[in-house]
């Protein structure tokens, strides 16, 4: 039985890889990466975001594969690779090493990240490889600045005590410990639409209380302090920008926001009653604005010949 088929039939399984490779950032670290589907086929880039990792994205792996050659890297302290330095250079470090790593000089690709994995392309966007590498970009369920100010995980009226509360939420340093019923009612509140069904919110959950604990407070540093605006106005290739309309974590300001800032916003996409883990809750429309941007700014390698 060929691996798609397997993947096809056990849903709940993260696709097996085709190859995996080993990225060196600039400053040494080892970034694990897993590229799926056809050497020859359309290349697309997936960075995950904070506490995830490459089984965040099992879904689209699933479905691009067939016809693409999908590349999914765990972000520095996430999934399989070792933690190190934390910071917004860090991200777009780690990026281009995975950039170089996977694709051939000159070659372009549909990049593609979830929150921090947004913030990622953001970060790089000025970087010359990232911009020798990428065709169009996908900015989902993300934002360039201002993130525990403007986030709803915190029930109160804006301002600096809800700030402070959300900062010592999303910093906190207690472990996570094994999901229980418990555990995903909160996880699904703060990250996930109310319609989310029990499975999806299950293996969110799982994804997340993997994510060591040293590396989620180490992130949720970085992110409170985040200020990425530059990167938006330098990201000038084609960028959809995807959002749930209930995202607590990352409201929907933000989206509109950076469909305002990006110089070549090709479509805001607004997803009726999704939060924050749009790939999970909402993957065929996560998906579908992946295959249009491939279709669209991509060039096979036959077409090429």
Known sequence: MSRLLRSARRTDAHPVADRELTAHSADGSRIHVEVHGREDAPA?????????????????????????????????????????????????????????????????????GHSMGGMTIMAASRRPRFREHTAASLLCSTGAARLTAESLVVPMRPGPLRTRLTHLILGARAPLGPVTPLSRRILKYATMGPGSSPERVDACARIVHACPRTARVAWSHVLGELDLD???????????VVAGTVDRL????????????????????????????????????????????????????????
């Open 44 to 112: 697309v880039v997936l960075a995950h975001g904070w506490t995830c990792s490459t089984l965040f994205w099992a879904a689209q792996i699933r479905d691009l594969a067939a016809d693409h050659r999908v590349v999914v890297y765990d972000q520095r302290g996430h999934g399989r690779t070792p933690a190190g330095p934390v910071g917004t250079e860090r991200l777009a470090d780690d990026l281009e090493a995975v950039l170089r790593a996977a694709l051939a000089p000159g070659e372009k690709a549909v990049v593609a």
């Open 230 to 240: 530059e990167g938006v106005r330098a990201l000038t290739v084609p960028t959809v």
């Open 250 to 305: 990352t409201p929907l300001v933000h989206a509109k926001r950076l469909a305002l800032d990006l110089p070549h916003c090709v479509e805001l996409v607004e997803l009726a009653g999704m939060g924050h883990m749009t790939p999970v809750e909402a993957p065929e429309a996560v998906t579908g604005k992946i295959r249009e941007l491939t279709g669209t700014y991509l060039t096979t390698k036959e077409e090429v010949a």
